[in-house]
C-alpha cells in the first residue's frame, strides 16, 4: 500500500518540478541497490552523502547497509522531499537503529561546505535535465566533497538523450549534446566499473567513478643518532 502512496507523492511533485526531479517514478529497489553497491561488504565507517533522496526509495537502501560509526547526509532542494524523508526517517522502522546518524539537509548539493568530506556519495540528481554549466558545477562539488579513493556512484536513463533529441527543438537538441559531452568527459576520465538496471522504469545505467586515488601515507622516517653509527 505504501508504495503506491509513495509513487502518487512523487509524480504530483515531478508534475511541478520536473527539472530537479526527472523521474516519472521512484527508484526500484534493484536501482537503489546497485548505487548503493559500495556500501557492501567489510569496510571501516564512512561519512556518506546522499544527493537528491527523492522519496527516500535509495535512503532505504543506505540505512540497511550503515554501520554503528556511519555518518549519512541527505541533501534535498525539493522541500516537500526534505520533510517526507525527515518524517520517514522519525517514523519507519527500518531507521530505528539508525536515525540518529541521519541529517536531511534542505539545499542544493553546491552549497555545501569543506573539502575531502565523503567516502561515498550517492547522486539521484536528474543531471540530463539540467544546463551543461550546472551538470559541470555539480561534479566539481562532488569532487571537491569527496576524499581521495572516495567513490562516486549515479544513474542516468539509458539512451534517454539520443531518444530525447529527435522530438525537441534546436536548442534543447544543442542543451542535450553540451551536457552528455561533460558527462562523457568525466566518465571517461574517471570511471570505474558501471552497471545496467533493466528492472526499472525506464531502465538506467548505474555509474562508479572515482576522482582521486587514495593518498598514500608518508614514509616514516627513523632517526639513528651518531652514537649509534659505528665508526670504521
Same mark, same amino acid.
Given at each position: 500500500m505504501y508504495i503506491w502512496v509513495e509513487c502518487g507523492k512523487?509524480?504530483?511533485?515531478?508534475?511541478?518540478?520536473?527539472?530537479?526531479?526527472?523521474?516519472?517514478? /521512484?527508484? =526500484?529497489?534493484?536501482?537503489?541497490?546497485?548505487l548503493v553497491r559500495p556500501l557492501h561488504g567489510p569496510r571501516p565507517a564512512w561519512r556518506i552523502l546522499e544527493v537528491g533522496p527523492g522519496t527516500g526509495a535509495v535512503t532505504r537502501e543506505i540505512a540497511r547497509r550503515m554501520l554503528p560509526g556511519d555518518r549519512l547526509d541527505a541533501v534535498e532542494i525539493n522541500g516537500h522531499f526534505a520533510e517526507l524523508v525527515e518524517r520517514r526517517v522519525r517514523q519507519e522502522r527500518i531507521f530505528a537503529r539508525c536515525r540518529d546518524q541521519i541529517e536531511i539537509i534542505h539545499?542544493?548539493?553546491q552549497e555545501l561546505f569543506g573539502e575531502a568530506i565523503y567516502d561515498l556519495i550517492v547522486s539521484g540528481l536528474p543531471l540530463n535535465n539540467f544546463p551543461a554549466h550546472e551538470v559541470r558545477e555539480i561534479?566539481?562539488?562532488?569532487?571537491?566533497?569527496?576524499? /581521495?579513493?572516495?567513490?562516486?556512484?549515479?544513474?542516468?536513463?539509458t539512451l534517454v538523450r539520443q531518444l530525447k533529441s529527435p522530438f525537441v527543438d534546436r536548442r534543447e537538441r544543442r542543451r542535450l549534446f553540451r551536457v552528455g559531452r561533460v558527462m562523457r568527459g568525466y566518465i571517461r576520465d574517471y570511471q570505474i566499473r558501471r552497471e545496467r538496471i533493466f528492472i526499472n522504469v525506464p531502465p538506467a545505467t548505474v555509474r562508479y567513478l572515482r576522482f582521486k586515488p587514495v593518498t598514500p601515507r608518508p614514509a616514516v622516517e627513523t632517526a639513528v643518532h651518531p =652514537? =649509534?653509527?659505528?665508526q670504521l
Open positions: 512523487f509524480l504530483r511533485e515531478c508534475r511541478q518540478h520536473f527539472h530537479t526531479t526527472g523521474a516519472i517514478l /521512484p527508484s =526500484s529497489r534493484f536501482l537503489a541497490r546497485a539545499a542544493a548539493v561534479f566539481a562539488t562532488y569532487n571537491r566533497l569527496l576524499k /581521495p579513493g572516495g567513490t562516486l556512484t549515479f544513474y542516468e536513463y =652514537s =649509534s653509527v659505528l
